[in-house]
C-alpha cells in the first residue's frame, strides 16, 4: 500500500539498501594500505545503531585481505570509513566495500550540530617530511560530547586517494571548539585537492551525552 510519503513503520518494513558511491585504495609502504568508502543512508526517517562492513582487496587471483568495521549512520546521512594499515604480501588491484549487517531503527535523533570551521594542509619538516591536516571543530549543540570522532580523507587529482585517519576529541563542551592535528609519516605523494574531515558522535549510545 502507499504510505503517502516516507513514515517510520513503512520504511522499517521495506528499507532501501545502503548506497556505496565509491571505495578507494592507496599503498602507504611496503605491504600496507589504506582504505577509503563513501557511503548514504537514503532513508528519510530510519538510522542504524548497528551497521556492519568489510573492506575487501582484490588482485586477479581474487580476494588478498580484508577487515571488517562497524559504525552508525542517521537519516539521509552521507559518511567516509576509513580503515588504515591493512597487510598483505600480494598487491591488489581493486577494493570493494561489502555491507554485512544493517540493523534499522527509528530513534527520533538529530544529527549532532558540529561543524569544522577550518581544514589546512602543511608539511612538518622537523622530523623528515610528514604531511598534517590542521583542523578546529566545533560544538554547536546546547550539550557537550563526551567523545567526537573525526575521520580524515585526503583526496588528490582526479579523487585519488592519498590518506586517511581517525581522531578523537574527548569533553567537547556545549558552544566551544577545539582544534586538532592529524599527521601522516610522510608527505603526501601530490598536493591534496580536497581535505574531508567528518565529525562524529553515537547519540545511540546514552553515555555520549556529557553531563553539565
Do not use: M
Request: aromatic fraction near 10%; hydrophobic fraction near 35%.
Amino acid at each position: 500500500a502507499d504510505c503517502g510519503g516516507p513514515c517510520d513503520s513503512c520504511e522499517l518494513k521495506n528499507p532501501q539498501k545502503i548506497t556505496v558511491f565509491w571505495t578507494k585504495f592507496i599503498q602507504t609502504r611496503e605491504g600496507n594500505f589504506d582504505l577509503a568508502a563513501y557511503i548514504q543512508n537514503p532513508n528519510e526517517t530510519i538510522s542504524s545503531s548497528n551497521l556492519k562492513y568489510e573492506f575487501i582487496l582484490f588482485d586477479d587471483l581474487g580476494v588478498v585481505a580484508y577487515r571488517a568495521g562497524r559504525t552508525f549512520i542517521y537519516p539521509r546521512e552521507r559518511i567516509h570509513l576509513v580503515e588504515a594499515d591493512i597487510q598483505t604480501s600480494r598487491k591488489p588491484t581493486h577494493a570493494e566495500l561489502k555491507i554485512t549487517k544493517v540493523a534499522w531503527n527509528s530513534d527520533k535523533l538529530g544529527l549532532p550540530a558540529l561543524v569544522v570551521d577550518e581544514k589546512n594542509y602543511k608539511i612538518l619538516e622537523q622530523d623528515g617530511s610528514q604531511a598534517a591536516v590542521e583542523t578546529t571543530v566545533s560544538n554547536r549543540s546546547s550539550f557537550g560530547f563526551r567523545e567526537v570522532e573525526l575521520v580524515f580523507v585526503v583526496l588528490g587529482q582526479y579523487e585519488n586517494l592519498l590518506g586517511v585517519n581517525r581522531s578523537l576529541v574527548e569533553n567537547l563542551e556545549s558552544r566551544t571548539s577545539r582544534s586538532l592535528r592529524s599527521t601522516w609519516p610522510e608527505k603526501f605523494r601530490e598536493s591534496p585537492q580536497k581535505i574531508i574531515v567528518e565529525p562524529r558522535v553515537n547519540l545511540f549510545k546514552t553515555s555520549a551525552i556529557l553531563q553539565p
